[in-house]
């Protein structure tokens, strides 16, 4: 006798998914545009005003370099290529760990917290622009609407 150990997923989790998936396609169309706009206003990738903005608000204004790339989302080699643009930029510097010589810390620098200064507000701005505007009707048809599907997760947990 064969036994399926594989149950077919329930109508609950696959409604979950598909309003996983419209969350996601809403989130990419607002950080595409954020991207696009930090890049050409501010000569900034998103990944490192992100890292700029963390490590400005750490109480020593660094992190260990695996620390950041956790919270940027990258693993530890992409992330110390970030911190490579932003030493290039003179957005932050790496440091050793004085107390254990193999950690290394990256460390925002003054012109690292005037730009994040600088550009914090119009983030925010932009950030609500564009939500609003992935709200409602787009291009390809499909009507978002960003409330439901983030309440339709909440509920779901």
Sequence with gaps: M??????????HADSIGDTWSRAVAAVAAVESGLS???QSTYGIGMTEFRAA???????KRELRINDLATRVGLNQSSCTRL??????KGLAFRD?????????????????????DRIREAYSSKAHELLIAADG????GE???IRRILTAL???I
Excluded: F, N
């Excluded at 064969?2 to 109508?11: C, K, R, T, Y």
């Excluded at 903005?53 to 109480?59: A, D, G, I, W």
């Excluded at 009707?137 to 390809?140: A, E, M, N, R």
């Design 2 to 11: 064969h036994m399926d150990l594989v149950s077919e997923p329930s109508a």
């Design 36 to 38: 696009k706009w930090m």
């Design 53 to 59: 903005m963390l490590l400005s608000r750490t109480p």
């Design 83 to 88: 911190v490579g643009r932003m030493e290039d």
């Design 96 to 116: 050793t760990c004085p107390d254990d010589g193999r950690g290394v810390y990256a460390v925002i620098t003054d012109a690292g917290l005037e730009t994040v």
């Design 137 to 140: 009707p787009q291009p390809g």
């Design 143 to 145: 009507d978002v609407d």
């Design 154 to 156: 909440i509920d779901s």
